[in-house]
C-alpha cells in the first residue's frame, strides 16, 4: 500500500491514473479503523481499480476539544487493517495539508442540516465534515465515495456537498456492520466498559422494535414505546430519537409523509454517546 501525505503529491498522482483511464474509490475515514470502516474498503476495492483510504482526524468537526485530544490513533494497527481490507493508498495528510493559510473557510449551505438534530448537538460539526469533504473531493476527484448508513445524517450533509461542488462523484452508502449483539461498530464502543458493551444492545432493540410495531401501530406510538424500553436501562439519556425523512432529515410524524423514513437515534449510555438508526421504508 502507497502511503502519501502531501495533497499535491497525491492529486498529481491521482491525475495520471486517471489519464489511464482507472477508475478512483475513495473512502474518508478518521483512523482507529474497525470491521465498519473495512466493509467500506472492501466494497471501494471490489468496485474500483484503485482505492484510497484516508485517515485524518478532522479538527474542524470536533466541538469538544477533549474529544479531539483523546481521539484514538492505533496507526500502526490501522495500517496493518487497511493492507488487509484491500486499500491501495493511504492518504495521511498534516492539518496544515489540509487547511493551508490560503483554505477559503466559508460556511457551506447546508440549508439548516448543520443545526438540525446531530448539528443541534454538535453545533459547528457539519460544517467541519462539508469542508473538509469539499477538499478532500479537490484533491482527490474519486469516481466513487464511501460512506456509512451508521453515520445517516453525515450521508446527507456528503450529498449536499456533491451537489453543490462535485457533481460527477457517485455517493455509495455501505450498510450498518455491527457486533454479535447488533450494537453498531464505532470506535466510541471502546470508551464503554465490558458490561455496557454487552447491555448496549438494547439500542438496536429498540429500533428493530419501532421497525416491527410500526406496522401495526401509529408511528408515534411505536417511537414512544422504544423511548421507554431505553430509558428503563440505567445510565442512559436518549440526545434524540425521530423518524426523519430520508431525503432532507425533516421530522415525520406518520408512515405515510415520505417514501424514505429513517429512525435515527442518539443514546448517551455511560458517558458515551452511541448513534444508531434504522430505515423503515424506502422505495
Ligand atoms: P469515521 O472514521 O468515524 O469518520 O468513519 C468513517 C466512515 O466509516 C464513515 O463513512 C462512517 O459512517 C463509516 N462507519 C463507521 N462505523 C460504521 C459501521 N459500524 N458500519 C458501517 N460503516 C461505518
Not at 450529498?159 to 455491527?178: M, T
Amino acid at each position: 500500500m502507497l502511503c502519501i501525505q502531501s495533497p499535491e503529491i497525491l492529486s498529481r498522482y491521482l491525475k495520471i491514473q486517471r489519464e489511464k483511464g482507472l477508475k478512483i474509490g475513495f473512502v474518508p475515514t478518521m483512523g482507529a479503523i474497525h470491521v465498519g470502516h473495512q466493509s467500506l474498503i472492501e466494497r471501494s476495492a471490489a468496485e474500483n481499480d484503485i482505492t484510497i483510504t484516508s485517515i485524518f482526524v478532522n479538527p474542524k468537526q470536533f466541538n469538544e476539544s477533549k474529544d479531539l485530544e483523546f481521539y484514538p490513533r492505533p496507526v500502526v494497527e490501522d495500517i496493518k487493517l487497511l493492507i488487509e481490507s484491500g486499500s491501495d493508498l493511504l492518504f495521511q495528510p498534516s492539518v496544515d495539508g489540509v487547511y493551508p493559510e490560503q483554505f477559503d473557510d466559508t460556511d457551506i449551505e447546508l440549508e439548516g442540516l448543520d443545526h438540525h438534530l446531530e448539528g443541534e448537538w454538535r453545533p459547528g460539526h457539519f460544517q467541519g465534515v462539508a469542508k473538509v469533504i469539499r477538499r478532500f473531493f479537490d484533491i482527490v476527484h474519486p469516481d466513487r465515495a464511501y460512506f456509512g448508513q451508521k453515520d445517516f445524517q453525515q450521508t446527507v450533509v456528503v450529498r449536499k456537498v456533491i451537489e453543490q461542488f462535485h457533481p460527477d462523484v457517485a455517493l455509495v452508502i455501505g450498510s450498518i456492520i455491527r457486533e454479535a449483539n447488533g450494537l453498531a461498530y464505532s470506535s466510541r464502543n471502546e470508551r464503554l466498559t465490558a458490561g455496557e458493551r454487552v447491555n448496549a444492545a438494547f439500542i438496536n432493540k429498540a429500533l428493530n422494535m419501532i421497525k416491527e410495531n410500526a406496522l401495526l401501530d401509529s408511528l408515534q406510538s411505536s417511537i414512544q414505546k422504544a423511548r421507554l424500553f431505553i430509558e428503563s436501562h440505567e445510565g442512559t439519556v436518549i440526545e434524540y430519537l425521530e423518524a426523519v425523512d430520508g431525503y432532507n432529515m425533516r421530522i415525520v410524524k406518520e408512515m405515510n409523509e415520505s417514501d424514505f423514513v429513517v429512525v435515527v437515534a442518539v443514546v448517551n449510555y455511560g458517558g458515551v454517546r452511541l448513534l444508531d438508526n434504522i430505515i423503515l421504508k424506502q422505495s
